[in-house]
């Protein structure tokens, strides 16, 4: 039995819009490329070929790994209030002892993107934020050595 795996509404619609590009858009364009390089002749020597179907090989995994993904999500509902810290919230922090303000949005690991202030529910920023409220202090345990935050705001 397949891992429940815990999406955004948000999470969700962009993962069914990428499985959908991969098998509309980019699964035909590999399709071609293989083709092609098909035409080229002897198959054993060719590195276009070669390229092609190692292409193919990882799109089609990209494939089967989103559809198991898609089909064992559960869609995080709002909780509502905003008075407590959950996934799909986005939260503000400051780290004591600095004027320094984050602002992330809590998801699950398998949406999460640092880059653009996505971070997953358990990793250990968002670990310590998850059930907690504004005005909350929180220290986080990171490889550098340990971070203290305030939450500034919720939602």
């Known amino acids: 039995m ?23 858009v980019k ?10 390089a098909i035409a080229y002749g002897d198959i054993s020597e060719n590195a276009e070929y070669d390229s092609a179907k190692n292409e193919q090989a990882e799109l089609e995994d990209h494939i089967v790994k989103l559809e198991s993904l898609i089909k064992n999500a559960k869609i995080i509902e709002d909780e509502g209030s905003g008075d407590i810290v ?7 922090i400051k780290k004591i002892g600095t004027k320094e303000k984050l602002i992330y949005t ?22 310590a934020l998850i059930d907690k409220k504004v005005k909350d202090k929180v220290d986080v345990k990171l490889p550098n050595g340990v971070a203290s935050y305030e939450i500034i705001s919720i939602g």
């Open 2 to 24: 397949s891992e429940e795996i815990l999406l955004t509404k948000e999470g969700y619609a962009e993962k069914k819009k990428l499985l959908d590009e991969l098998r509309t």
């Open 86 to 92: 959950r996934i799909g919230q986005r939260v503000t």
């Open 106 to 127: 809590i998801v699950s690991s398998s949406e999460s993107d640092p880059i653009n202030g996505k971070i997953s529910n358990v990793s250990p920023v968002g670990a």
């Open 27 to 36: 699964r035909p364009e590999v399709a071609e490329r293989l083709k092609e």
